[in-house]
């Protein structure tokens, strides 16, 4: 369990435009990890939940709040070769104001690494001009095979979906956007 303050005083641009914000936030967070692993993990599971309001200092009319939860799950299936099953979901959601009011840097985005493999960091929400601009809500989820061939080498097998949404829930008209892989 762990709480904060936290300020951020910003500048940012999006399509040309460029705005100032001073933000004060309250981070709280709660972490539960029942792996047996930090790194490699081959049973049990991991909670974590976020929640953080904001107040811009200077404009009194902004004020918002992004709540996150995720969650995964490891399945050793074989020991030899030692074969693990693991599952995430993530969801997030940013509540309070109007999705483009929200400061660019502050919206949700899906993408990359360690969210949807297969796009580019970050390219997966509403656009405009053909440019992600971040939403108000996010959904990940993902399953891999991991099988270790020797001590120090292994191969994973992913299938990733994902996107982040307009809205404060995601629309039947907005896709998950999908990637599958095998990384080694």
């Known amino acids: 369990i762990g709480g904060g303050v936290g300020f951020k005083e910003a500048q940012v641009t999006q399509l040309g435009e460029r705005e100032d914000f001073s933000l004060l936030f309250l981070p709280l967070q709660l972490a539960w990890d029942r792996s047996d692993n930090l790194l490699d993990p081959t049973k049990g599971g991991r909670l974590g939940i976020q929640v953080a309001p904001y107040w811009d200092l200077f404009k009194e009319e902004l004020q918002f709040t992004k709540a996150r ?11 030899s070769p030692s074969t693990v099953l693991a599952a995430r979901i993530n969801v997030a959601v940013v509540s309070g104001e109007e999705r483009l009011e929200i400061p660019a840097d502050e919206r949700l985005y899906a993408g990359g690494g360690s969210s949807v493999r ?24 993902s399953v891999e095979t ?36 095998i990384g080694v």
């Open 146 to 181: 991991r099988v270790r061939i020797t001590e120090q080498v292994g191969l994973v097998f992913f299938l990733d979906g994902g996107n982040a949404f307009a809205g404060i829930t995601p629309s039947s008209t907005e896709d998950l956007f999908w990637g599958a892989g």
């Open 69 to 79: 939860m995720s969650y995964g799950q490891y399945l050793k299936v074989l020991r």
């Open 118 to 141: 297969g796009y580019a960091y970050q390219s997966l929400a509403p656009r405009a001009e053909g440019i992600p601009t971040g939403g108000k809500s996010l959904l990940e989820t």
